[in-house]
C-alpha cells in the first residue's frame, strides 16, 4: 500500500514539474523583438508554415466542401429541405469543419516539421553552439515559429473555409442544380459574421497558440537521436489533435452559452 501511493505521488509530482516546465518554456517563448531583422525570420517561418501548407488545405477544403453538400443535399431532400443547403455548408464550415480541419491539417504538416527541425538541431548541437556564442535560442528559433503558427492559422482557416464553400457550390447548383440565389442568399442571411465567422477564426487561432507551444516545446526537449525525434514528432501529431479535438468542445460550448 506503500508503494502505491509513492508512486501515485511520484507521478502527481512528475505531472506538476513537467507543466511547470511548459509554462516556464512558454515565458521565454512569448518574446517579440520589434526589429528588422526579426521581421525577416518572422517572414521566413510565415513562408514555411501558411504558404507551404496551401497546398494540402486548399485541397482539403475543396473535398470537404463537395463531400458536405452532397451529404446535406441528400439528407434535405428526404425533407423537401434542399433549398437550404447553402445554410447547412455555410454553418458547419464556418462553425466547426473550417477551424478544426484546418488545426488537424496544420498540426499533422506544420506542428510535426516544427518538432523534426527543433530535434536535428538538438541533436547536431547547434542549439547549443547558440547558446555557446550568447545568442538567446528561444529569441532566434522559437519565437518566431510560435508567432508565425499564430498569424498563418486564421489565414489558412479563411482560405479553407471560403474553398470549401466553392466546393459545395460546384456540387450543390453546378452538379445537382439548385438555384444559384437561392443558394448564396440562404447562405447570406443564415451566416452571422460576428458569432460564425469570427468565432471560427477565433479558433483557429487558440488551436494555433496550443499546436505551436505542443510542438515547439516536444522538439526542444528532445532525446538528440533519431528514436528521439521521432517519439517526440508522434507525440506532437497525437497531442495536438486530442488538444484541437477537446478545445473544440469546450469553445463551442462556450459560444453557445453566449460567451
Same mark, same amino acid.
Given at each position: 500500500?506503500?508503494?502505491?501511493?509513492?508512486?501515485?505521488?511520484?507521478?502527481?509530482?512528475?505531472? *506538476?514539474?513537467?507543466?511547470?516546465?511548459?509554462?516556464?518554456?512558454? +515565458?521565454?517563448?512569448?518574446?517579440?523583438?520589434?526589429?528588422?531583422? &526579426?521581421?525577416?525570420?518572422?517572414?521566413?517561418?510565415? &513562408?514555411?508554415?501558411?504558404?507551404?501548407?496551401?497546398?494540402?488545405?486548399?485541397?482539403?477544403?475543396?473535398?470537404?466542401?463537395?463531400?458536405?453538400?452532397?451529404?446535406?443535399?441528400?439528407?434535405?431532400?428526404?425533407?423537401?429541405?434542399?433549398?437550404? +443547403?447553402?445554410?447547412?455548408?455555410?454553418?458547419?464550415?464556418?462553425?466547426?469543419?473550417?477551424?478544426?480541419?484546418?488545426?488537424?491539417?496544420?498540426?499533422?504538416?506544420?506542428?510535426?516539421?516544427?518538432?523534426?527541425?527543433?530535434?536535428?538541431?538538438?541533436?547536431?548541437?547547434?542549439?547549443?553552439?547558440?547558446?555557446?556564442?550568447?545568442?538567446?535560442?528561444?529569441?532566434?528559433?522559437?519565437?518566431?515559429?510560435?508567432?508565425?503558427?499564430?498569424?498563418?492559422?486564421?489565414? *489558412?482557416?479563411?482560405?479553407?473555409?471560403?474553398?470549401?464553400?466553392?466546393?459545395?457550390?460546384?456540387?450543390?447548383?453546378?452538379?445537382?442544380?439548385?438555384?444559384?440565389?437561392?443558394?448564396?442568399?440562404?447562405?447570406? &442571411?443564415?451566416?452571422?459574421?460576428?458569432?460564425?465567422? +469570427?468565432?471560427?477564426?477565433?479558433?483557429?487561432?487558440?488551436?494555433?497558440?496550443?499546436?505551436?507551444?505542443?510542438?515547439?516545446?516536444?522538439?526542444?526537449?528532445?532525446?538528440?537521436?533519431?528514436?528521439?525525434?521521432?517519439?517526440?514528432?508522434?507525440?506532437?501529431?497525437?497531442?495536438?489533435?486530442?488538444?484541437?479535438?477537446?478545445?473544440?468542445?469546450?469553445?463551442?460550448?462556450?459560444?453557445?452559452?453566449?460567451?
Amino acid at each position: 500500500m506503500t508503494n502505491l501511493f509513492s508512486s501515485i505521488g511520484n507521478k502527481v509530482n512528475n505531472g *506538476l514539474a513537467s507543466i511547470g516546465k511548459a509554462q516556464r518554456f512558454l +515565458l521565454g517563448v512569448l518574446r517579440l523583438k520589434l526589429s528588422l531583422k &526579426y521581421l525577416g525570420w518572422l517572414n521566413v517561418e510565415i &513562408y514555411k508554415l501558411g504558404v507551404l501548407s496551401l497546398p494540402i488545405i486548399l485541397l482539403a477544403g475543396l473535398f470537404i466542401g463537395m463531400v458536405v453538400s452532397l451529404q446535406g443535399y441528400n439528407t434535405l431532400d428526404k425533407f423537401g429541405s434542399t433549398s437550404e +443547403l447553402g445554410q447547412l455548408l455555410a454553418l458547419s464550415i464556418f462553425r466547426e469543419l473550417g477551424p478544426v480541419i484546418t488545426a488537424l491539417l496544420f498540426a499533422g504538416r506544420a506542428g510535426s516539421s516544427l518538432t523534426a527541425e527543433l530535434g536535428l538541431m538538438q541533436s547536431t548541437e547547434q542549439i547549443s553552439s547558440m547558446q555557446m556564442m550568447g545568442i538567446d535560442p528561444k529569441l532566434r528559433i522559437l519565437s518566431p515559429r510560435f508567432f508565425a503558427s499564430l498569424i498563418v492559422m486564421p489565414l *489558412l482557416t479563411t482560405l479553407f473555409c471560403s474553398v470549401a464553400v466553392i466546393g459545395g457550390y460546384l456540387v450543390g447548383c453546378v452538379w445537382l442544380g439548385l438555384d444559384d440565389g437561392i443558394f448564396w442568399s440562404n447562405m447570406r &442571411y443564415a451566416v452571422s459574421f460576428e458569432n460564425d465567422v +469570427l468565432g471560427g477564426l477565433l479558433k483557429s487561432f487558440i488551436f494555433g497558440f496550443f499546436i505551436s507551444w505542443i510542438a515547439l516545446l516536444q522538439g526542444f526537449f528532445t532525446k538528440p537521436c533519431a528514436s528521439g525525434i521521432a517519439y517526440s514528432t508522434t507525440k506532437t501529431v497525437v497531442y495536438a489533435s486530442l488538444l484541437v479535438l477537446l478545445l473544440d468542445f469546450v469553445l463551442t460550448t462556450l459560444m453557445i452559452g453566449g460567451w
